[in-house]
């Protein structure tokens, strides 16, 4: 394809998918590195939808389509990722109105985000990196299906063909964000669950961060998206009793709408919950069991019971982690969307007995530092700058 000229980094994750683009600085040379918006925003949720009509959207606009018809998205299929082969066996997700797997999720997502950058500088890029997870570490399933994914979305670009598909691990590309040199214990609470990895780094030759992953990854189920759940039924047990129970338990398509749309708030409030220490939550107008608009309001004492046990689990995780290698106590860094409510990041640094990272760059730990971090160490590998 000829001299590399910038190269893109996509992390398809549970919650969210965020891209980030590495080019040269033609002033002074050095690399850099910046999010790819997509839709006026920074990240895009995780949700693919396909119309009747065959048209499939994917992120905002899908997640918006997605409140009329639930039915028709499909949600959290990066867990269903890990399973798959990118083969013809890979299981259906939905099949109404048209069958689909995770691989094809998984690529109109990535697809999102490459022809956006890629029809913003008009050209294709020299290097596609897709992050996965470190417990994704049989090459025949998980890092084959999204191989396919990137391969396929690349497809959709002219020119992209030559295009090289390289797969990081989310704790390195992490710990290449984070710089500096020296092991880093990364704590990823995801939106599916958390992973648990020590990372070595090291000075590399041209000013950048090298990172190797060590063996025995811990995972722990607990993630974003379950304490969405255990929200959303908080919400439940405080809004009106048939109410709660018509959503609960029948199958009729307005019940149906009124929990993905109850969802969705609580997904969106939670940040604010952090910050603020209280939401009010709006529940769905549902006649005859709720026939005008109420809210309920949940707040930050409420996540402690919700929470606390899941997160002993995390910090449990990471103690025995680090006893089986020696009973070191690097640095920790936490990230996620969970990480962002208050104190989780001290409660963790006290839990294993180790500093936090990255307390000096927020951004290390931010929503949008995993992919940066993939898209520089996607720059090196493509000799960006050289």
């Excluded at 099949?95 to 022809?115: D, G, H, K, S, Y």
């Excluded at 608009?293 to 606390?308: K, M, N, S, Y």
Aim: aromatic content about 4%.
């Amino acid at each position: 394809m000829g001299e590399a000229r910038w190269v893109l980094a996509v992390d398809h994750g549970t919650s969210t998918t965020t891209g980030a683009v590495a080019d040269v600085d033609p002033d002074d040379g050095w690399t850099r590195v910046a999010t790819v918006p997509v839709d006026g925003a920074p990240e895009l949720p995780s949700v693919v939808l396909s119309r009747s009509d065959g048209v499939v959207l994917a992120g905002r606009p899908a997640l918006e389509a997605a409140h009329a018809d639930p039915p028709a998205a499909v949600l959290r299929a990066r867990d269903y990722l890990g399973a798959a082969t990118g083969g013809r066996d890979d299981a259906l997700l939905a099949t109404w109105p048209r069958p689909t797997t995770a691989v094809n999720v998984a690529t109109a997502l990535v697809a999102r985000i490459l022809q956006a950058e890629a029809g913003r500088r008009g050209s294709a890029p020299a290097l596609l990196a897709l992050v996965h997870p470190p417990s994704w570490t049989d090459p025949a399933t998980g890092r084959a299906a999204l191989t396919a994914a990137g391969r396929s979305a690349l497809r959709a670009v002219d020119g992209a063909a030559d295009a090289e598909v390289a797969l990081v691990a989310a704790p390195v590309a992490a710990a290449v964000r984070l710089g500096g040199s020296g092991p880093v214990v990364v704590v990823d609470l995801g939106g599916g669950g958390t992973e648990v990895a020590v990372v070595d780094r090291t000075e590399g030759e041209h000013g950048t961060t090298a990172a190797t992953l060590r063996p025995g990854t811990r995972t722990v189920e607990v993630g974003a998206e379950s304490l969405d759940d255990a929200l959303t039924q908080l919400v439940l047990d405080r809004a009106r009793p048939a109410l709660a129970d018509r959503i609960r338990f029948s199958a009729d398509p307005e019940a149906h709408r009124a929990y993905f749309w109850l969802r969705r708030g609580v997904h969106d409030a939670k940040r604010r919950l952090g910050t603020d220490g209280f939401v009010d939550i709006a529940v769905p107008v549902l006649p005859p069991d709720n026939p005008g608009p109420g809210t309920v309001r949940i707040t930050h004492d409420d996540l402690g019971p919700l929470f606390a046990p899941a997160l002993e689990q995390v910090g449990a995780a990471t103690v025995d982690l680090l006893d089986s290698s020696g009973g070191e106590r690097p640095p920790l860094l936490v990230r996620g969307g969970i990480a962002a409510l208050p104190g989780v990041r001290d409660w963790l640094a006290a839990r294993t007995g180790c500093g936090l990272a990255g307390v000096e760059d927020p951004g290390a730990a931010s929503s949008t530092g995993l992919v940066c971090g993939a898209a520089a160490w996607a720059a090196d590998r493509a000799g960006l700058g050289r």
